[in-house]
Structures are given as structure tokens and as C-alpha cells.
T-cell receptor
Framework: DTAVSQTPKYLVTQMGNDKSIKCEQN?????MYWYKQDSKKFLKIMFS???????INETVPNRFSPKSPDKAHLNLHINSLELGDSAVYFC?????????????FGNGTRLTVT | QKEVEQNSGPLSVPEGAIASLNCTYS??????FFWYRQYSGKSPELIMF????GDKEDGRFTAQLNKASQYVSLLIRDSQPSDSATYLC????????????FGKGTTLSVSS
């Protein structure tokens, strides 16, 4: 199936730990994103990569580091996790060159920091 | 700062009625506009997009865009209980590249 897939689906960890979330898309898109959705359901852009190049880096603590080894993959590593990092993290992809190209979302990773 | 505003709701309509969801945006450079639906615990899924002034229809859904008023809306005709979800308005902002800026969503509840 063509899709955006991210792992793990759930992540429960303690404060201070380091964790990674992986994302892969087989839609042939050239742009990938990380979004954070907080407890109030607000979906906020964190990072955007186009052809492995960082395009958007919103005001995100530098404990968050995205890595894009190729156009089809975008991973998110989080150091020294804090309680406020608890949220659902969505990976998404699109054709960046097209102004009417929608985002296709993965199923999300629910991160709980205790 | 680029903003997308939506009434959080909840918007409650009876089955069979028309649900009207509204969205305003601050950046006049915005190029295209998207409506997503998100069920609880699920990922956002695209309903439709619009980039020209006027109306665009797709089945029971109609998107309306007025760039002069910086306003976009979504009408859902013959609302069904299965339409109960959070509806997210999103705007593609040219200067930011290709990212979508989302509103906080409107929760729709359709009662049978």
C-alpha cells in the first residue's frame, strides 16, 4: 500500500531519556514534515525537508533534531525528554513544488513522558 | 505572524442539516486552502482543497473561498452522524515554502 508510515505508534518513556521516531513514505513525494499535535489538538509545524534539505525549522528546542537520509525518510530524535514533550507527533509528505499539493499524514506517534 | 482562525465549537447540527464551518487567515500571500477531517485518535485526512475564488463542490462537501475577505468555508450538506469529527482548516503560505499552517479546528457533532 502507498502510504506514510511512522514507528512506533506509542512511545512511553521517562523524563531525561532520548528517543527516536521514524517515518517513511512511498508516495514519491519530495517534501516531508514533522508536526506536533498537543492536548488541545492544535497541529503545529516543526520541521520541513525538501529533497533532504532542511526548509523549515520553527521555534523548536534544539533537543529536537530531524534527520533525512533520503527523500523517502525523515526521522526525529529527541534528547533529554521533558513532560511538555508529551503529544502526538505526525509525519507527513507532499509534492513540494506544487502549490495545491496536499499533505499526506502518517498515523501518528503518541509520546508520553512520565 | 501567519495565523489561521477557526471557531473551536462544538458545532451541533441534526442529521440531514447543513453544517457550515468557517475559517479566516491573516496572510494575503496564502496560495491554497485545505480542509482536513480528523476523527478522535486518528490522523488528519484530506477532504478537499481550493485555490480560486468561488465555490468548489465534491459530493456533499462545498468549499468556498473569498480572498478579498481572507475567508474560506466548508459546507457539509445532508450531515450524517459519521461526519462528527474535528475539521481543520489549513493554508499554504508561499513564503514559508510548502508547509501548511493549520487552524485549531472546529468540532462538529451531528445528532441522529
Amino acid at each position: 500500500d502507498t502510504a506514510v508510515s511512522q514507528t512506533p505508534k506509542y512511545l512511553v518513556t521517562q523524563m531525561g531519556n532520548d528517543k527516536s521516531i521514524k517515518c517513511e513514505q512511498n508516495l514519491g513525494h519530495d517534501t516531508m514534515y514533522w508536526y506536533k499535535q498537543d492536548s488541545k489538538k492544535f497541529l503545529k509545524i516543526m520541521f520541513s525537508y525538501n529533497n533532504k534539505e532542511l526548509i523549515i525549522n520553527e521555534t523548536v528546542p534544539n533537543r529536537f533534531s530531524p534527520k533525512s537520509p533520503d527523500k523517502a525518510h525523515l526521522n526525529l530524535h529527541i534528547n533529554s525528554l521533558e513532560l511538555g514533550d508529551s503529544a502526538v507527533y505526525f509525519c507527513a509528505s507532499s509534492l513540494g513544488s506544487s502549490y495545491n499539493s496536499p499533505l499526506h499524514f502518517g498515523n501518528g506517534t503518541r509520546l508520553t513522558v512520565t | 505572524q501567519k495565523e489561521v482562525e477557526q471557531n473551536s465549537g462544538p458545532l451541533s447540527v441534526p442529521e440531514g442539516a447543513i453544517a457550515s464551518l468557517n475559517c479566516t487567515y491573516s496572510d494575503r500571500g496564502s496560495q491554497s486552502f485545505f480542509w482536513y477531517r480528523q476523527y478522535s485518535g486518528k490522523s488528519p485526512e484530506l477532504i478537499m482543497f481550493i485555490y480560486s475564488n468561488g465555490d468548489k463542490e465534491d459530493g456533499r462537501f462545498t468549499a468556498q473561498l473569498n480572498k478579498a475577505s481572507q475567508y474560506v468555508s466548508l459546507l457539509i450538506r445532508d450531515s450524517q452522524p459519521s461526519d462528527s469529527a474535528t475539521y481543520l482548516c489549513a493554508v499554504k503560505v508561499g513564503q514559508a515554502g510548502t508547509a501548511l499552517i493549520f487552524g485549531k479546528g472546529t468540532t462538529l457533532s451531528v445528532s441522529s
